[in-house]
């Protein structure tokens, strides 16, 4: 009689199908709307890092051809005047918006200090565009393990539910349940581990371009 118990949980385990959408399929609401948060928050995730990627690859080539046009240029004022309308890298932009504040400007006393303040608001402010979602990346590197664990944790239950419905602990019983729940804690890791090292990278990134902006600023500052 156990022999044949044990002959059918081994067809049944055999023939399960443990395909990512059947594991998806099988899955309660709670485990299925954990799968569809990670999936999303992966998307996403990659989305930005592309993105991120491109804008920084963009703006490092633009910023290191501004500066070796400016300092070829005769002056200040007429580089500025030769500047198209429309420009869009942000070290570009930061002597744009600060030279006109120094044509509009009269007075010339404390210039200096006028202008560091300026110069520093106006790095801040591209700096603000390029760090933009920056805080979606390090939340889903910190929540997505958290997130897929929770999935785990309930797929589990589910699973010892099932033992205590059926009463028995065959494998074809439990393993649809268990493989449901690892499957939720893998997505947790594929959706963490990308932002978390992304967000890294970036951050990185992004002091490196915050101090190339500081340095013209002070050099910009000298010559005027």
């Known amino acids: 009689m156990e022999a044949e118990i044990g002959t059918q949980a081994v067809g049944l385990a055999s023939s399960a199908d443990f395909s990512i959408f059947k594991l998806f399929v099988r899955a309660d609401i709670i485990v299925k709307s954990v799968i569809i948060i990670l999936i999303a928050a992966s998307i996403f995730s990659w989305a930005i890092i592309i993105e991120k990627i491109r ?97 785990t944790v309930w797929g589990i239950m589910n699973s010892f539910q099932s033992i205590a419905i059926s009463r028995n602990t065959s494998l074809a019983i439990v393993a649809p349940g268990i493989a449901e729940a690892l499957f939720a804690t893998a997505l947790g890791l594929l959706a963490a581990i990308p932002a978390v090292v992304a967000f890294n990278k970036f951050s990185s990134d992004s002091r490196k371009y915050s101090q190339k902006l500081e340095n013209f600023s002070k050099r910009f500052i000298s010559i005027i």
């Open 55 to 151: 804008l920084f690859h963009k703006i490092n080539k633009s910023s290191e051809e501004f500066e070796e046009k400016f300092w070829k240029s005769k002056s200040a004022e007429t580089f500025y005047n030769n500047l198209p309308a429309n420009i869009n890298d942000p070290m570009a932009n930061v002597f744009k918006n600060t030279m006109q504040v120094v044509i509009k400007s009269r007075s010339k006393s404390n210039l200096s200090e006028r202008l560091s303040s300026i110069l520093e608001v106006n790095i801040e402010k591209q700096m603000n565009v390029i760090d933009k979602n920056y805080t979606f990346l390090a939340t889903v590197g910190s929540t997505a393990p958290f997130i897929g664990l929770f999935g």
